[in-house]
């Protein structure tokens, strides 16, 4: 494996080869499958559960890793090319990324975009320009509209709680959140959920609808799989025998890079704000899901996250047994 | 071991067992111990030696660490209760302490609390609240009114120097310092001593008394073990035949919380600064004890700590080792 | 090995050794060699490259490290000697420096100098009242005037590049920078390729000439080596011929520690900015060395930095080698 940067890529025995390596490592660990080998882990954007995650991981594994951030003692970061570069910052990420590479194994690269223009970022230039730059193995720790750890390990989450794949209703909806948030989730989310084979409904408030050419993406892999793709804004009928519901804030899409306007608009949907009522006609056993961090709230209600439906700690756990999956199959980890 | 939380809830013969292996583990190394375990290191508050000597800790055992603290570049963590999360904090510690916790094997906590009032901080209720979301075997790094690490150190720290416990006289002193000051570390230190079996003296000025039920605690303590507790403002009749004089300054009790009130107290008292004269009715190897970091003129004269009456690096170096000990114990290590 | 502060320290013959095993090793690696054994590391100036490669050489050979900076939540510190510390930091220099090495079998430490006075920063005050405070081997990761991990891994990348030790021509030219930088590298650089028997040459505008003790030092490393040393201000003459130009700002040395005077004096020479007309009476293969961060489109084109003549990459990567023979050494690893 050269990189692990879409769930897309991969075909869904793939998928599901990981996942099943990633139970086995939780149950049978193996402290000596990547011994003396190294992760260099470069956070251009913030992070709690990747940077604890990817370094707990390396040294289940018998590796380990070094972490790389601008809120460091560095030198400042220039990413702009072609930049005369007498300003403050003293070193460009042309450099920086393949030193920076070149100490690990592999490379995890966490990297948002400024969020102006969606066309722009469902380009992903920015990532690629970065990982354009290396040979070594790298893994997208956040892309502008990518999480592909994420969505691993949620796929594996509903696995253990024995959410069917085919037949399954996945709910991604829309919640409110007082920013305007990146794109990565919701759109990794609905792909992995779609591909699985599921039944996914995106509930979302006017004005926040996923890109159409990311829907279409999502509705091929459902189709590929058996399973099936729609948006609504109609949350009775969206949540009508749901298994999951996957909440998630993000931009608005009409008002993209727009801050104000989103907000005038997102301000009307204070009251998506997860809770108990919204189950009334889903599966008894319908469960909480959120890739965390979480406004409580605000997002969802605290009687949910403290109750019973609720599997975010679970689901932000196989975060770090998704990623030891990962990296034993790209640093070929032997038993 | 499911909990390293205060020395009190251990019989002096495990406490003896523990400085044992860190004894052991110091000359006689494992270093696959703990090959693939982690340790998740979680800072709510400021630290150097416990940052740094956990992390070396796990590294001898085999396994490694992650830290997590609120200067990186991590979403704001909210620990107020019950509130609507829509100010600048994006994460709650509901959510971040059992997430960061699941990544572990044991998870170490420190977190200090505002010092507003002695009562409620004696309850140790923030600290609670947090270990009481996890199942994680826990060590506490600090909290509002315990550091058992410090104490395991500093029981071993004696030892070492071969200061007698039944019969051995502790001097645990007040010292001046431009701030109020924690409690963690003298209450810790006080109770320390006693359950070592040792003729204990609290000795500062007057405002400063440690609180009642914790004296009680520690009397309670020497009483089984042989020792004793008192405290006076004198301090010539308190350093009569001392074995060790423990420097650290806190908060004024009577004042606690009323920073202004505390500070004009304190600022009486800016001669108690250990020095040379102190030491004159003292064992003549009378040794000076202080946990770090400790303020060179203020707390102590230089010429006490570049003096050979000073044993405060091994005693820091001890901390590594006594935290050996417990993660050895608590993780399960084999030889 | 109890030092690796200079290069100067060793032969040849260790020099040659130490880089013969970091090939070694990055070809056959020995994931146990430093099995439980831990680096400390004392950032006190900022870093990238060090930072990361210290930290993944001590994974790649079994062990592990920490880093201490004082950019986290530590307590401020001190380094004047003798103050009463009544101020912002909380601790000394003179304890956290040996606490730091106490958890450490070896240190690395980094401390750049105010550069106010060239005489005084050549003596090296700051750095070695550092390392005199402790017992522990200990590594310089750059002060005031060395940067030795730097300077090994530069003779190494010339060995892996084929450029001849004796009869082979390197040029260590000055390059424009908004700002007054460190001696350390071009010092360092100096003497290295000295020592390594090669016919040095310094190119530098007036006003930048290195300190006579130090050519002084370099033209009798070369002299033993076979190599020679000089230095001119005119680049055609400099290049003649030339395997390799190593390009570094740093301060005026006429002008050192008046920053003003500085910039006046370097805004003279904005040309300085290294290109392919520099090469053009140079070796056809004239490579480009630089130790990293650099500012592209002022100390050099971006088109010698993306195209073949730039070996900035690997020499990079061979921090991390050369860091792992040094470390090898100095802790005793086992194969």
């Keep these: 494996m050269k990189a692990f940067n879409d769930l897309a890529d991969f075909s869904n025995e793939e998928v599901q080869a990981l996942v099943e390596l990633a139970s086995r490592l939780d ?5 000596e499958a990547l011994k003396g080998k190294v992760l260099a882990l470069l956070f251009l954007s913030p992070s709690l559960r990747t940077l604890a995650s990817f370094q707990a991981a390396m040294v289940r594994l018998g590796g380990g890793s070094f972490v790389i951030s601008p809120d460091m003692s560095i030198h400042g970061l220039e990413t702009r090319p072609g930049i005369v570069m007498d300003g403050a910052a003293a070193e460009h990420i042309r450099e920086a990324v393949p030193v920076i590479a070149s100490y690990g194994d592999a490379i995890g690269i966490r990297a948002f975009t400024e969020r102006k223009n969606v066309e722009h970022d469902m380009q992903e230039r920015e990532f ?16 502008a509209m990518n999480h592909p750890c994420q969505s691993l390990a949620d796929w594996k989450t509903m696995d253990d709680f024995g959410v069917p794949a085919n037949g399954g209703k996945f709910v991604l909806s829309w919640a409110y959140h007082p920013m305007a948030l990146p794109l990565a989730v919701p759109v990794s ?3 992995m959920a779609a591909k699985r084979g599921m039944d996914v409904t995106v509930l979302r408030p006017e004005g926040f609808e996923l890109p159409a050419a990311l829907m279409d993406k999502a509705k091929s892999a459902a189709a590929a799989s ?27 899409t009409r008002h993209y890079g727009d801050k104000l306007a989103d907000q005038k608009l997102r301000e009307k949907y204070l009251d998506w704000c997860v809770d108990e009522p ?9 469960r909480f899901m959120h890739c965390l961090p979480v406004r409580r709230g605000v997002v969802v209600a605290d009687r949910i996250l ?3 439906r609720s599997i ?12 030891m999956a990962v990296l034993h199959q790209m640093l070929g980890g032997k038993k």
Tied chains: 1, 2, 3.
Aim: proline share 7%.
């Design 128 to 143: 690629s320009s970065m990982t354009g730059l290396i040979d070594t193995p790298y893994i997208n720790m956040e892309s």
């Design 189 to 191: 989310t609905l792909h």
């Design 306 to 308: 403290d109750g019973p």
């Design 226 to 252: 058996g399973g099936s793709v729609r948006e609504t804004d109609q949350r009775k009928e969206a949540m009508e025998g749901a298994h999951i519901i996957y909440a998630k804030s993000w931009s608005s």
């Design 27 to 31: 149950t049978h660990p193996e402290p």
């Design 312 to 323: 975010v700690i679970p689901e932000a756990r196989n975060r770090m047994l998704a990623q």
């Design 278 to 286: 919204w189950f009334a006609n889903a599966k008894e056993d319908c």
